[in-house]
Every structure is written in structure tokens, then in C-alpha cells.
């Protein structure tokens, strides 16, 4: 991770000067063009691995860890979790996000409510799951 961070500041160091207007959507954008180019390296380098998230603790009604969210948001398409990052976690505006993704502001809300709806869904179907588990 911490050669993604320096490669996205080397890449934007270099073009600061030849941008008109470098934004924070701007540097998001980069670094996201440079998680995509390690992602990639990644997975050339090695066979793929699963991951098994049922060793994950379950949700207690006392707290919240978000391992649920977590869950939930590992089974959407990476697109739809950059997208909802970018609004939760980075607290982008929708024009900033266009800038980011290359979209419309309008297509970033559509594509926000469709991420939602799936997030819900996913949500919806673990709670069952989990509940079916607790039951038995």
C-alpha cells in the first residue's frame, strides 16, 4: 500500500505543473489508477487466493464492529465499492466524484442509488442468513 501512496504522488508531482486545475478529485483519480495498475501487478505475480469471510466474528446486538458492512460491501462490484467510498468515506461531492470516475454528476447519482439498492440487498441477505444461523 505504501508504494501505491508514493507512486501516486510521484505520478502527480510530475503533472501538478501541466494541470490546469489540480483538485483533490484529481489526486483521487490518480491513486486510483495506481491501486488499479498494483491490483493488477498483484495478481499476475500470484495465483489467485480466496479469502474466506465465514471466520469472520459474528455481529453482537451490543455492539457494532461494521464486520457485516464489511461483508456485505466485499460482495459488490468494485466499481460500486469505489463509488460508495468515495461518498462515505472520502465525503466527495457528486461533481467531484464525476471528476474522479470520468461520469456525469448525473450518472454518479444513478449509479450511487443502484450501489445503495445492492449494498442493501447484500445486507438484507446476510442479516437472513445469519439469523436462519442463530436459530438452529
Not at 491490483?39 to 505475480?45: G, H, I, L, M, T
Amino acid at each position: 500500500m505504501d508504494d501505491v501512496v508514493a507512486s501516486s504522488f510521484i505520478v502527480a508531482w510530475n503533472k501538478f505543473t501541466t494541470v490546469a486545475d489540480p483538485s483533490l478529485p484529481w489526486l483521487i483519480r490518480i491513486a486510483s489508477f495506481e491501486l488499479s495498475n498494483a491490483e493488477r501487478k498483484a495478481r499476475r505475480a500470484t495465483n489467485d487466493i480466496g479469502i474466506e469471510l465465514d471466520n469472520l466474528p459474528s455481529l453482537s446486538d451490543e455492539s457494532f464492529d461494521g464486520a457485516l458492512v464489511r461483508r456485505a460491501l466485499a460482495n459488490l462490484d468494485s466499481s460500486d465499492q469505489e463509488l460508495l467510498r468515495l461518498v462515505h468515506w472520502d465525503e466527495l461531492g457528486r461533481s467531484e466524484i464525476a471528476d474522479v470516475l470520468g461520469l456525469t454528476p448525473n450518472a454518479v447519482n444513478v449509479r450511487y442509488h443502484r450501489a445503495l439498492k445492492k449494498l442493501e440487498s447484500e445486507l438484507s441477505t446476510m442479516n437472513d442468513t445469519q439469523q436462519k444461523g442463530v436459530r438452529q
